[in-house]
T-cell receptor, first 116, second 108 residues
Framework: DAGVIQSPRHEVTEMGQEVTLRCKPI?????LFWYRQTMMRGLELLIY????????DSGMPEDRFSAKMPNASFSTLKIQPSEPRDSAVYFC??????????????FGPGTRLTVL | RKEVEQDPGPFNVPEGATVAFNCTYS??????FFWYRQDCRKEPKLLMS???SGNEDGRFTAQLNRASQYISLLIRDSKLSDSATYLC?????????FGAGTRLTVKP
């Protein structure tokens, strides 16, 4: 069974450009999470969805960040406009359950974003 | 104060050594606890959940002390392949909080 799939794996862009990160959760999982990891701040939860509905977006840093989950098998995280401080590895994770946080989360390989 | 704190290490130990990591958390109402492992430039993967009674999985033992609000991970007979960063994770009101991780290097 395929794990969580993320694309692209690497993205290099210039400041001010729009960036879209994509995630396909594990089939049958009903919770999806977006995380950001940097050396300075570690792994931070940005937003999570349960049954395609955003439950907690308090970790989204600012209005430049938006996330959608149009169906159970696809989610996007968009940054518009991007800034150099957005450079990080962005992980998507999914789990099965209704609690959102207590079930085992399976992480995708991440997207390494560099904003010049 | 950080919500989840870990000693960043690095811990450099010889093969066969026993090594222990601790993690403290600030929210006494936290509900569940985990240890994740992250290899260099890879994604975090669940190592084990941590139960109140303590639990063991082969060479790995996890313990939880709710009164003192800390979690521990003990690795016995360490292998070269145990080299990784170990992340302490606390579920805080349906919000997974990750520690910054403790880096372990096992040397021959």
């Amino acid at each position: 069974d395929a794990g969580v799939i993320q694309s692209p794996r690497h993205e290099v862009t210039e400041m001010g450009q729009e960036v879209t990160l994509r995630c396909k959760p594990i089939s049958g999982h009903n919770s999806l999470f977006w995380y950001r990891q940097t050396m300075m701040r570690g792994l931070e939860l940005l937003i999570y969805f349960n049954n395609n509905v955003p439950i907690d977006d308090s970790g989204m840093p600012e209005d430049r960040f938006s996330a959608k989950m149009p169906n159970a098998s696809f989610s996007t995280l968009k940054i518009q406009p991007s800034e150099p401080r957005d450079s990080a590895v962005y992980f998507c994770a999914s789990s099965f359950g209704s609690s959102g946080g207590t079930d085992t989360q399976y992480f995708g390989p991440g997207t390494r974003l560099t904003v010049l | 104060r950080k919500e989840v704190e870990q000693d960043p290490g690095p811990f450099n130990v010889p093969e066969g050594a026993t090594v222990a990591f601790n993690c403290t958390y600030s929210n006494s109402a936290s509900q569940s606890f985990f240890w994740y492992r992250q290899d260099c430039r890879k994604e975090p993967k669940l190592l084990m959940s941590v139960y109140s009674s303590g639990n063991e999985d082969g060479r790995f033992t996890a313990q939880l002390n709710r009164a003192s609000q800390y979690i521990s991970l003990l690795i016995r007979d360490s292998k070269l392949s145990d080299s990784a960063t170990y992340l302490c994770v606390v579920n805080d009101n349906n919000d997974m909080r990750f520690g910054a991780g403790t880096r372990l290097t096992v040397k021959p």
